[in-house]
């Protein structure tokens, strides 16, 4: 496999080709000016920006959109800003050496992707969470059996810890944390903080304009993404909601399509997406698991195949994994899909087609697949 500082690399030059395509695929167009800066808004209409340059400009617009994004969660612990060995999920990708020992804090999604990615390159990786539960969102058999595998990989989970101090030392960082009243210490490299992301909205002169926050400091926005001042929508990662790429490149669509076609797309069509967790292997969902399903009280049958059962995942030399997938008894359409497995993250998007399009699950179980992939495993799972 690639070292760590081999992957970095590649990573720099493959993005940075990437946001120079999507710069100039803008700024190269004839009707399109790109100024960078930094704005704000004066009124409705009106923003203000401070050009690198460090000039000042004024611009109006009929029409504005915001997608300014989202920021990392620090929490109020002592010591933690202040900390020079603290990483957030952007820092942890320009890292030029690999750590010995990382330590982080929050084992939400964000976390297990750092987490699986640094245990696999041979740091020794610590996660600590207040939650007593892990992945509480998950079905208990997919929790316990990721928690297994991770643990395997050389992860150390502390979970119901509570950090109270973090201290440098000369050379490393010392967490301080409680579990159930008592003290802990555990010292690393690095700390990296991965509790979360917060919508980019202050320092905007939002106050200047009509636009309202939720509770959760997000943008308010309606079914077609306009916020409340008529002239502006807000897209991506700072209206709030689930935060993928994928629903911002789905929120241009929304904008497009009021812009220049039919205005028929709107979020609340936007109730199937699918997610992937990219840890090894990793983990997809759509629509509902058995945990959601019994709250809501709808029945369901269950299918299930452990990934030992799937040829691909043997030629893979990875047969970790579960597919599990929910069927309404009645209409035989499917109700959700956890997948847990090598490539889940191309099955999935099968799934959630097929969901979508409310096809019957016999459509998934009995079509021919190529041979060998992981796909094919629908044939053997749907059998019931």
């Known amino acids: 496999g690639i070292n760590f500082e081999d992957a970095v690399k590649e990573k720099d030059e493959m993005t940075t080709v990437l946001r120079n395509k999507n710069y100039h695929m803008v700024a190269d167009e004839e009707t399109a000016t790109v100024l960078d800066g930094t704005a704000k808004f004066i009124d409705n209409h009106t923003i203000e920006i401070v050009l690198d340059s460090g000039e000042k400009t004024k611009i109006k617009g009929e029409r504005i959109f915001i997608n300014t994004g989202a920021t990392p969660i620090i929490p109020q612990?002592?010591?933690?800003?202040?900390?020079?060995?603290?990483?957030?999920?952007?820092?942890?990708?320009?890292?030029n050496s690999l750590p010995n020992e990382l330590v982080i804090l929050g084992a939400g999604y964000?976390?297990?992707?750092?987490?699986?990615?640094?245990?696999?390159?041979?740091?020794?990786?610590?996660?600590?969470?207040?939650n007593e539960k892990f992945l509480k969102r998950e079905d208990d058999d997919i929790s316990e059996m990721l928690f297994n595998?991770?643990?395997q990989d050389g992860i150390e989970f502390n979970l119901g810890a509570k950090v109270?101090?973090?201290?440098?030392?000369?050379?490393?960082?010392?967490?301080?944390?409680?579990?159930?009243?008592?003290?802990?210490?555990?010292?690393?490299?690095?700390?990296?903080?991965?509790?979360?992301?917060?919508?980019?909205?202050?320092?905007?002169?939002?106050?200047?304009?009509?636009?309202?926050?939720?509770?959760?400091?997000?943008?308010?926005?309606?079914?077609?993404?306009?916020?409340?001042a008529e002239n502006i929508w807000a897209i991506g990662d700072v209206k709030g909601g689930p935060q993928f790429t994928y629903i911002s490149l789905d929120d241009f669509r929304i904008i497009f399509d009021q812009l220049y076609g039919k205005g028929k797309r709107k979020v609340s069509d936007r109730n199937l997406v699918p997610y992937s967790v990219f840890i090894t292997p990793a983990l997809s969902r759509v629509g509902l698991n058995e945990v959601e399903a019994k709250n809501s009280k709808i029945e369901y049958k269950?299918?299930?195949?452990?990934?030992?059962?799937?040829?691909?995942?043997?030629?893979?030399?990875?047969?970790?994994?579960?597919?599990?997938i929910l069927v309404d008894p009645d209409t035989e359409e499917i109700l959700g899909a956890t997948i847990y497995g090598e490539e889940s993250y191309e099955v999935i998007n099968l799934i959630a087609l097929a969901m979508k399009a409310k096809l019957p699950y016999t459509m998934l179980r009995d079509q021919i697949y190529t041979?060998?992939?992981?796909s094919e495993a629908l044939n053997d799972v749907l059998k019931g």
């Open 302 to 324: 269950l299918f299930k195949l452990a990934a030992t059962s799937i040829p691909k995942a043997k030629v893979i030399g990875n047969t970790r994994g579960m597919y599990k």
């Open 110 to 130: 964000i976390g297990m992707e750092f987490a699986s990615m640094f245990a696999r390159y041979g740091t020794k990786v610590t996660v600590l969470d207040t």
């Open 77 to 95: 612990i002592k010591g933690l800003k202040e900390s020079k060995y603290i990483l957030d999920s952007t820092a942890a990708m320009d890292q």
């Open 149 to 151: 595998d991770l643990s």
């Open 164 to 228: 109270v101090e973090v201290k440098d030392l000369s050379d490393k960082v010392e967490i301080i944390y409680e579990i159930n009243g008592k003290k802990q210490t555990v010292k690393a490299d690095k700390l990296l903080v991965a509790t979360g992301r917060k919508p980019v909205t202050e320092n905007l002169g939002l106050e200047n304009t009509d636009i309202e926050l939720d509770e959760r400091g997000a943008i308010k926005v309606d079914d077609y993404l306009r916020t409340t």
């Open 371 to 374: 041979h060998p992939t992981m």
